[in-house]
């Protein structure tokens, strides 16, 4: 009976060492997942939701300042801005995005209130993401749990 509690004892010891290391994962799943919606312009929740165009007073005024036709792209510093987000990744934490742009919330939440521009979300709750977090903690997991 002894050896029964000690094969549970090392799978909970396994697990321990590496429940960081999973939260790790899981936020770099994440995190390549919102810059993969922001590459596409779109976000996938359990549907795609492609961005809005841009308006043709916009596209006039980026063209102008030779920013190019794509939305949310003008010098880079919001998809920058994202592509360094994870701030923190620990079992206890939780894993922590945080984009120290100040107009990203208004692009990201959008509504057309208060001269906001329309939704163009980039970051945030998903379906599909959930999906793919579900897989990395089931392969860690089998791979801790063998």
Known sequence: MKNNFKF???????FERQKDSIAEKVGDTA??????QFNKQQWRDKT???WTSLKES???YKERKGYGNTPLVNTG???EALKNSKVASSWNRGIIFKINIDYASYHNDGGEIDGRPPQRQFI?????L???IKKV????LKRIFK
């Open 48 to 50: 795609v939701v492609k």
């Open 77 to 79: 510093d919001l998809k």
């Open 130 to 132: 959930n999906k793919k």
């Open 58 to 60: 916009t596209l006039k």
């Open 124 to 128: 945030g709750n998903s379906y599909e």
């Open 137 to 140: 903690i089931k392969h860690e």
């Open 31 to 36: 995190l390549n997942y919102f810059i993969d």
């Open 8 to 14: 549970l004892e090392t799978w909970l010891n396994n």
